[in-house]
C-alpha cells in the first residue's frame, strides 16, 4: 500500500495528525496495534484548558460523558494540611472517558478520508539512501505501507525497547522509564467529581500519588497492584483512608518516562517526524498539539516532494518555538519547574497555538 501521509499509532495524536491531513486532502493511512481504538487506557482523561481545548471540544458531536473540573487541590496526606486550592480559572478544560475521547477522534480521522487499520503493529521502518519511505507491519493484509512522509505517534510505549523513538531519536538517559499500574476505582471515599486531589509529602512511605474523580469512577496510579492493596490497608494518612472502602474495576499497566513533558533534543529525521509523547512531551492536549505542528510541516514535504530534514527540520523550529515547548506538562516535576501548581495551571491555559 502507498499513501502521502503514514500514521504510526491511533492515540489522541496520531488520531488528530491524521484528521487534519485528511482535511487538507492528503492520501492518509492510520496503524494501530491493538484490537480497539482507546484500550488500553493511559490517563485520568484530563483535556487540560485552553483555546486550543475550547476549539476542539465543539467538533466531538456525539455524546460523551465529561465533567469540567471545578478546582485542585494539592494535600499533604500525614498532615492532611491543604498546600494549594486552586478554583478553575479557565485552565480545568474536561475530565472525559478517554476511551470514548480516543473512538471520537478516531470517527473524525476517518470521516475526513483517513484509512484506519486495527491490529495492525508498525514493526520497523523503511529506508532508502537512509531516508524512511514507510513501515513493514505486522498485518498479513498490509505488510508494508509505503509514504513520504511517516509521523510516528506510538505514545508511551515509543521509549520501550520496540518503540521507535528509542530506536532512532531517544538517548538511553533520555528514555529511561518507570513502571505503574492506572486504576478505575469505585467507592473512594470523599471525593467528588471535578475535583483534582494531589498529594505530596516529604514522607518516603507517602509518597505522591493523585485522585481523578468522574462521575462514578475515580483514577488513580500506583507503583503496582500490591501497592494499591498496601495503601488500602494502611490507613496512616488521609489519602489511604480515602481508599478503605474503594476496589478497581479497571486496571493496566503502563510505561512512563522519567523525563517526561520535555521533548528530546531533536524529534525529526529524514522522511519521519515524532508527535506526542514519542516526541517527549506528555498531556493529551499538548500531544495534539505537536499533531497540528507535524501536519503543517508533513503536508509541505509531500507539496513539495522533498520529506528530507530540509524541509521537515522545520518541525524541530516550530516545536522550538512553541507554546507547548516552553510551557510543559511535567507532571512529575511541576513544583521544581514551575514552583507551584497554580503557576503551572495559570501558565497552561494561556497556551496558543502559532
Known amino acids: 500500500m502507498k499513501c502521502d501521509l503514514l500514521v504510526i499509532g491511533a492515540g489522541p495524536a496520531g488520531l ?12 492518509v493511512v492510520v496503524l494501530e496495534e491493538h484490537l480497539a481504538i482507546g484500550l488500553p487506557k ?3 482523561g484530563w483535556l487540560l484548558g485552553c483555546e486550543f481545548t475550547d476549539e476542539l471540544f465543539p ?5 460523551m460523558p465529561h465533567k469540567r473540573p471545578s478546582r485542585m487541590v494539592v494535600i499533604e496526606p500525614v498532615s492532611g494540611q491543604v498546600q494549594e486550592d486552586i478554583e478553575d480559572t479557565g485552565w480545568g478544560g474536561y475530565l472525559i472517558r478517554r476511551d470514548l475521547f480516543e473512538r471520537e477522534l478516531a470517527r473524525l480521522a476517518v470521516a475526513s478520508g483517513a484509512k484506519l487499520f486495527l491490529n ?3 514493526e520497523g521502518l523503511v529506508r532508502e539512501d537512509s531516508q524512511v519511505v514507510g513501515v513493514k507491519t505486522s ?9 513520504t512522509v511517516t509521523i ?3 505514545g508511551k510505549n515509543s521509549t520501550t525497547a520496540k518503540g521507535f523513538a528509542r530506536r532512532e531519536i531517544a538517548p ?14 469505585v467507592q473512594v471515599k470523599d471525593v467528588k467529581p471535578g475535583e483534582i486531589e494531589i498529594y505530596e509529602s516529604e514522607d518516603p512511605s507517602a509518597k505522591k500519588n493523585s485522585f481523578w474523580p468522574h462521575p462514578g469512577v475515580t483514577l488513580t496510579t500506583f507503583d503496582s497492584i500490591e501497592a494499591f492493596y498496601e495503601l488500602k490497608s494502611r490507613q496512616d494518612n488521609l489519602f489511604s483512608q480515602k481508599l478503605v472502602s474503594s476496589f478497581p474495576i479497571y486496571i493496566n499497566s503502563f510505561q512512563n518516562r522519567k523525563n517526561m513533558g520535555y521533548f528530546y533534543p531533536h524529534v525529526a529525521k529524514d522522511g519521519v517526524i515524532f508527535i506526542g509523547d514519542a516526541s517527549g512531551c506528555a498531556g493529551i492536549i499538548h500531544g495534539m498539539i505537536s499533531a497540528h505542528y507535524g501536519v503543517l510541516v508533513a503536508r509541505k514535504a509531500i507539496e513539495g516532494k522533498d520529506a528530507t530534514m530540509r524541509t521537515l527540520g522545520e518541525y524541530e523550529e516550530m516545536i522550538k518555538h512553541s507554546d507547548i515547548y516552553h510551557t510543559p506538562f511535567c507532571y512529575r516535576r511541576i513544583r521544581s519547574h514551575y514552583g507551584s501548581w ?13
Open 42 to 44: 493511559h490517563c485520568g
Open 342 to 354: 497554580r503557576e503551572w495551571l495559570e501558565r497552561s491555559k494561556e497556551i496558543k497555538v502559532g
Open 59 to 63: 467538533q466531538l458531536k456525539y455524546a
Open 120 to 122: 495492525a503493529r508498525a
Open 152 to 154: 510516528c505517534a506510538d
Open 172 to 185: 538511553a538517559a533520555e528514555a529511561e522509564n518507570y513502571t505503574g499500574v492506572l486504576m478505575e476505582l
Open 16 to 27: 488528530w495528525a491524521a484528521k487534519k491531513a485528511a482535511d487538507s486532502g492528503l492520501d
Open 139 to 147: 498485518s498479513s493484509r498490509l505488510p508494508e505501507v509505503r509514504a
